[in-house]
């Protein structure tokens, strides 16, 4: 049976309140690598309060659910999802300055979260330069550079947990690692309370900013759809070294194709599906663990059956 027949007229009029309801809709739309599958049900939420209506209604009909957000970081399988997919990215978000923290909601884009501190005064987030996606997934994995990462200025998450309630976490040591950040299971991100610096000189925090998102544009292959970095560096290892060093660089399955412009990217060369990425990521953990001995992590989120 079809994941909407479960669900009554009044449950999609009453969902349709509170977010866009589409059927059967192509994931590959929604994702930064182009490819996946069709979700059963999509909803993008009108707000970033929305989802606190929406997942009740869901729940009581014991739908499956799936969160993503702007499509980076991530890997939807080709038979694409069942259930409900929730999409956070496209929500009407909000950038809250107060005298203890900023509060950014989950919604909210990582360039315009930079362009709203920058231009409310602040400084501390040029680590967040030309990276994809949202506030959300910025949370979720952690996301960072060489150059600092969420947790460096994230102080509390702002969650819906599994009972309906909203919550809020504190971050410290424990709740954060590398690329990584311990919610609790089946919680969904709302939002998050920042620390930032004051600075003086908005404009050449700016010009800061412009130049890393110059360079990561040189350095990174742009010119084809990729979800970013794919693996994670183990330590005292850069990703991008012992792919490059096991003679991958331009390694090709199907429409996949390892990067030559910097070989932790694999780009949507040629109308890639998710299947070729996935099975060249084995490809790239298997190589690589043979060459050197060290079995690469993904960076990226895989959702589906693979």
Same mark, same amino acid.
């Given at each position: 049976m079809k994941i909407y027949n479960k669900l009554t007229e009044n449950n999609i009029k009453e969902l349709s309140q509170y977010g866009k309801v589409e059927f059967n809709s192509p994931l590959a739309h929604h994702t930064t690598f182009k490819t996946g599958g069709n979700a059963d049900i999509l909803i993008t939420p009108y707000t970033e309060d929305s989802i606190i209506h929406i997942i009740p209604i869901i729940k009581n009909e014991h739908i499956p659910i799936h969160i993503i957000g702007g499509g980076s970081n991530l890997l939807i399988s080709d038979k694409g999802l069942r259930g409900i997919t929730i999409k956070i990215a496209g929500a009407d978000s909000s950038f809250n300055v107060s005298d203890t923290y900023i509060y950014a909601g989950a919604a909210l884009s990582k360039e315009q979260f930079i362009s709203d501190a920058v231009t409310g005064g602040f400084g501390g987030i040029e680590f967040m330069a030309g990276i994809p996606g949202t506030i959300g997934g910025g949370i979720f994995m952690n996301a960072g550079t060489y150059m600092g990462s969420f947790s460096?200025?994230?102080?509390?998450?702002?969650?819906? %947990?599994?009972? &309906?309630?909203?919550? @809020?976490?504190? *971050?410290?040591?424990?709740?954060?690692?590398?690329?990584?950040?311990?919610?609790?299971e089946n919680n969904i991100i709302i939002g998050g309370y920042f620390s930032l610096p004051k600075t003086d000189n908005s404009p050449e925090i700016k010009m800061r900013i412009d130049s890393i998102i110059k360079d990561r544009r040189e350095k990174h292959p742009m010119d084809y759809p990729s979800a970013g970095s794919v693996f994670k560096n183990p330590e005292s290892h850069s990703s991008w070294k012992l792919i490059n060093?096991?003679?991958?660089?331009?390694?090709?399955?199907?429409?996949?194709?390892?990067?030559?412009?910097?070989?932790?990217?694999?780009i949507n060369k040629d109308n890639a599906a998710s299947s070729d990425i996935y099975n060249?990521?084995?490809?790239?953990?298997?190589?690589?663990? %043979?060459?050197? &001995?060290?079995?690469? @992590?993904?960076? *990226?989120?895989?959702m589906g059956e693979f």
């Open positions: 460096d200025i994230l102080k509390k998450i702002r969650l819906l %947990n599994d009972t &309906g309630s909203i919550v @809020e976490i504190s *971050i410290d040591e424990l709740t954060s690692g590398y690329r990584k950040m311990a919610i609790p060093d096991s003679g991958l660089k331009g390694y090709r399955i199907g429409g996949a194709e390892v990067s030559e412009k910097h070989t932790n990217f694999i060249l990521i084995k490809y790239i953990q298997e190589k690589v663990y %043979n060459k050197h &001995g060290i079995r690469l @992590e993904t960076e *990226i989120k895989m």
